[in-house]
């Protein structure tokens, strides 16, 4: 436990992930990861909070949400909830179906994550958080500089790192990634031993996820070489501030529509949200 706890406390400092004045918003699923690496921070004595973004997955969300709520009550922790409904008027699910009939055809993962990052940077904003803080931990890292890298996309992949994004635009709150070198069996176990109210499922709607290929060659491959994630995150972080540098721009591109930071005229989320009219 103190080996974790201190991996973290070095990550946030080795890449100065949080100062003593920082107003910290801790993304919050309900499951082990981002509710270790909120009692964490917590413990450290940063000042936290929490969010969660409840795109109601039936009785998976549901749990998830009691599990969250009790756990901040136990650690006298503010937290702030937010509904796909009372946002988008239906749950994950029902949005995947009307986009579906549309003739959208997008997982159910990349619906859910374009959403909920929208939300978590609207709702930043709202309660002036200076940081939002993800559960992401070092399987997480390795899985997604894998799948950038065989979908060509030096892009995204400077978009990675313990700290993430390219650019710091005043509309987007930065994000950090304190569970960057921890690996997920590690906090399965520090949860386990900490015995936080935590459900060790999967999300059911992630079934069909390219992350699951992923996740699943590295798993294999680690049984023959066990460093490989570490591996993997250790020489892409050698590279990582040439690729910033190279696609960083001078210029901020805005959401002509919402107004948040968009490569694009309209940004994912409005593109979505405008196929359910």
Same mark, same amino acid.
């Given at each position: 436990?103190?080996?974790?706890?201190?991996?973290?406390?070095?990550?946030?400092?080795?890449?100065?992930?949080?100062?003593?004045?920082?107003?910290?918003?801790?993304?919050?699923?309900?499951?082990?990861?981002?509710?270790?690496?909120?009692? !964490?921070?917590?413990?450290?004595?940063?000042?936290?909070?929490?969010?969660?973004?409840?795109?109601?997955?039936?009785?998976?969300t549901k749990q998830n949400l009691k599990n969250i709520k009790r756990f901040c009550k136990e650690q006298k922790i503010k937290l702030h909830i937010v509904s796909f409904r009372e946002e988008f008027g239906y749950s994950l699910c029902y949005l995947k179906s009307i986009l579906a009939n549309k003739g959208v055809k997008l997982g159910s993962c990349t619906i859910c994550g374009v959403l909920r990052r929208y939300l978590l940077n609207k709702y930043a904003k709202k309660l002036k958080a200076d940081i939002i803080t993800t559960g992401h931990n070092m399987d997480d890292e390795a899985q997604s500089v894998l799948m950038n890298l065989f979908k060509n996309d030096p892009e995204l992949l400077a978009r990675l790192g313990p700290k993430t994004g390219i650019n710091?635009?005043?509309?987007?709150?930065?994000?950090?990634?304190?569970?960057?070198?921890?690996?997920e069996k590690e906090v399965i176990e520090y949860s386990r031993l900490m015995k936080f109210p935590v459900k060790?499922?999967?999300?059911?709607?992630?079934?069909?996820?390219?992350?699951?290929? !992923?996740?699943?060659?590295?798993?294999n491959y680690e049984k023959k070489n066990p460093d490989v994630k570490k591996n993997i995150i250790e020489n892409f972080l050698m590279f990582l501030p040439l690729l910033k540098k190279k696609f960083k721009s001078g210029k901020p591109d805005y959401c002509k529509n919402c107004g948040e930071p968009s490569k694009k005229e309209k940004c994912m989320a409005c593109q979505i949200l405008e196929r359910l009219k």
């Open positions: 436990m103190k080996r974790i706890e201190q991996k973290v406390r070095e990550t946030i400092e080795k890449y100065r992930l949080i100062n003593k004045k920082d107003k910290v918003l801790v993304a919050c699923s309900g499951g082990k990861d981002s509710t270790a690496v909120l009692y !964490i921070l917590n413990k450290l004595g940063c000042n936290v909070s929490a969010i969660t973004v409840d795109a109601l997955i039936g009785n998976y710091n635009f005043n509309k987007f709150t930065p994000r950090i990634k304190p569970l960057y070198f921890v690996s060790y499922d999967t999300c059911p709607c992630r079934t069909d996820a390219y992350r699951n290929h !992923i996740r699943k060659l590295l798993d």
